[in-house]
């Protein structure tokens, strides 16, 4: 049996609905490398406007949700609105992330972690994400990277914490000791 529901062009219609990300970086950032790394180091995203058509076309491929899809379902909701799925606000942050946010060579490569959404992200929040490392761990059998845990938060406009993330990420290091490590200012 077949339909002619519309399916969304995730990728398109995401892109096209995707506010410009305005990352307090440029796109020639240094990426770090283990070695760069510290405990403290701190890291702050550009932000990501939400509105309702992210939030419905995200859904209905993702996450088909009532509350997520239709205000008057959503209203008589735990919710009581309009809300995000989890999983989307997930998906901005590592966006901010990969985007400036947290410069890491090689890429933003995950381990595993704990994530909570202590609130919802509604239509019209501007997200952005503060990431601090709170570990640094030199691998012994893996002599060209290490692993390196960071605290996620992702805030609205308002301040408010949607997400919090501890993740475990697999970090290169320097091919050689000829690299000289990012010089940090005290």
């Known amino acids: 049996m077949s339909t002619n529901r519309r399916v969304p062009r995730v990728g398109t219609d995401l892109a096209k609905a995707h506010n410009v990300m305005h990352a307090n970086r440029d796109d020639q950032q240094r990426k770090l490398y283990l070695e760069d790394l510290r405990v403290g180091l701190r890291f702050t995203s550009g932000s990501h406007k939400v509105d309702e058509r992210q939030i419905r076309l995200f859904a209905s491929a993702f996450d088909p949700q009532a509350f997520h899809l239709h205000e008057e379902a959503a209203r008589a909701s735990f919710f009581g609105g309009l809300a995000a799925?989890?999983?989307?606000?997930?998906?901005?942050?590592?966006?901010?992330?990969?985007?400036?946010?947290?410069?890491?060579?090689?890429?933003?490569?995950?381990?595993?972690?704990?994530?909570?959404?202590?609130?919802?992200?509604?239509?019209?929040?501007?997200?952005?994400?503060?990431?601090?490392i709170v570990a640094v761990v030199?691998?012994?059998?893996?002599?060209?990277?290490?692993?390196?845990?960071?605290?996620?938060?992702?805030?609205?406009?308002?301040?408010?914490m949607v997400q919090s993330a501890t993740m475990t990420l697999v970090v290169p290091r320097y091919a050689s000791t000829a690299h000289v490590p990012v010089q940090h200012r005290t």
């Open 85 to 132: 799925s989890c999983w989307h606000t997930a998906a901005i942050t590592t966006r901010l992330n990969v985007s400036g946010g947290l410069p890491i060579a090689g890429g933003i490569v995950g381990l595993g972690g704990e994530v909570s959404w202590p609130k919802a992200t509604r239509p019209g929040d501007v997200l952005h994400v503060e990431s601090e």
């Open 138 to 160: 030199p691998s012994r059998s893996w002599p060209d990277r290490g692993t390196v845990a960071v605290r996620i938060q992702t805030f609205n406009q308002r301040g408010e």
